[in-house]
T-cell receptor, first 114, second 115 residues
Framework: SAVISQKPSRDICQRGTSLTIQCQVD?????MFWYRQQPGQSLTLIAT?????????ESGFVIDKFPISRPNLTFSTLTVSNMSPEDSSIYLC???????????FGPGTRLTVL | QQQVKQSPQSLIVQKGGIPIINCAYE??????FPWYQQFPGKGPALLIA?????SEKKEGRFTISFNKSAKQFSLHIMDSQPGDSATYFC??????????????FGKGTLLTVNP
């Protein structure tokens, strides 16, 4: 497994602003992911954070709205840009370890947009 | 298109009961099937996982049953306790053939275990 931390743990933001969420892992991992979990809902993959190259986004998510950085094998950031109330969600990072794709999640960042 | 269908949406059992949560998948390329447990305000925690080369896997009080031909898998919790009350998510991914291990989640089951 891996120990994953996220900052901030929660935030309340105004419409039109941006928030950058940090994800730190205690060991080097090749694959990191960002998910969104809307209130009372399941998890939806936003993108795969690739070290040294652009992130790979899933359908419905674009780089202009959710820019991602992955400067090294232990750290990634997700920015939620030009926020609206519809962006209010829990944002989670995860890392893949092991041979069969085991993924471990961080504690999440609870974002409320007013 | 929902690729992993989970049922029931919610489940209430008495302490000591055996809740069963079911999932069905559509993509036959999936080859890794984990279950996650999530408590309010926390990130999902990997509980147990199975690959399609086995029909059952047990870890402590948690058992996964897997039926490849029916494209279904289920989670059984033996001797359930109030501390097991949480939301459970099944998921599936493709771990080979160049895919990047993306997890597709079911919609979740809210389990309540009454004392």
């Amino acid at each position: 497994s891996a120990v994953i931390s996220q900052k901030p743990s929660r935030d309340i933001c105004q419409r039109g602003t941006s928030l950058t969420i940090q994800c730190q892992v205690d060991s080097q991992v090749t694959m990191m992911f960002w998910y969104r979990q809307q209130p009372g809902q399941s998890l939806t993959l936003i993108a795969t954070a690739n070290q040294g190259s652009e992130a790979t986004y899933e359908s419905g998510f674009v780089i202009d709205k959710f820019p991602i950085s992955r400067p090294n094998l232990t750290f990634s950031t997700l920015t939620v840009s030009n926020m609206s109330p519809e962006d209010s969600s829990i944002y989670l990072c995860s890392v893949k370890t092991g041979h069969y794709g085991e993924q471990f999640f961080g504690p999440g960042t609870r974002l409320t947009v007013l | 298109q929902q690729q992993v269908k989970q049922s029931p949406q919610s489940l209430i059992v008495q302490k000591g009961g055996i809740p069963i949560i079911n999932c069905a998948y559509e993509n036959t390329a999936f080859d890794y099937f984990p279950w996650y447990q999530q408590f309010p305000g926390k990130g999902p925690a990997l509980l147990i996982a199975i690959r399609p080369d086995v029909s059952e896997k047990k870890e402590g009080r948690f058992t996964i049953s897997f039926n490849k031909s029916a494209k279904q898998f289920s989670l059984h919790i033996m001797d359930s306790q109030p501390g097991d009350s949480a939301t459970y998510f099944c998921a599936a991914s493709i771990g080979s053939g160049g895919s990047n291990y993306k997890l597709t989640f079911g919609k979740g089951t809210l389990l309540t275990v009454n004392p």
